[in-house]
């Protein structure tokens, strides 16, 4: 059973920066693609970024292109989300999550996604 525990979240001021990690336990990562969501209390959760098996496609939320970047270290068997220029409309809890699936497909669709951690607060504020 793959286990999956977000860190790295925290209070940070606007245009600051936050590397978030997604560490699994339970089985290979290297055989899962992983994503990450996020969500703000009686919101939906939103698709930030996905990440295939290998690591060799990515895709994002238009939302965050161009200032996060997802990678995945299979050897250390975790996903990193690297969040720059960060604005407060990015506060919201992140969560990773995870299907077993040894293709390219990234998929930034909750309902797609098996396994989930339970997510790491991030805030964004002066």
């Known amino acids: 059973q793959l286990e999956l525990v977000e860190s790295g979240g925290g209070l940070v001021q606007p245009g600051g920066s936050l590397r978030l990690s997604c560490a699994a336990s339970g089985d290979t990562l290297g055989d899962y693609a992983i994503g990450w969501f996020r969500q703000i209390p009686g919101k939906a959760r939103e698709g930030v970024s996905s990440?295939?098996?290998?690591?060799?496609?990515?895709n994002y939320a238009d939302s965050v292109k161009g200032r996060f970047t997802i990678s995945k270290d299979n050897a250390k068997n975790t996903v990193y989300l690297r969040m720059n220029s960060l604005k407060p409309e990015d506060t919201a809890v992140y969560y990773c999550?995870?299907?077993?699936?040894?293709?390219?497909?990234?998929?930034?669709?909750?309902?797609?996604?098996?396994?989930w951690g339970r997510g790491t607060q991030v805030t964004v504020s002066s």
């Open positions: 999550a995870a299907r077993r699936r040894l293709s390219t497909v990234v998929v930034l669709s909750e309902t797609w996604y098996d396994y």
């Open positions: 990440i295939s098996s290998g690591g060799a496609s990515t």
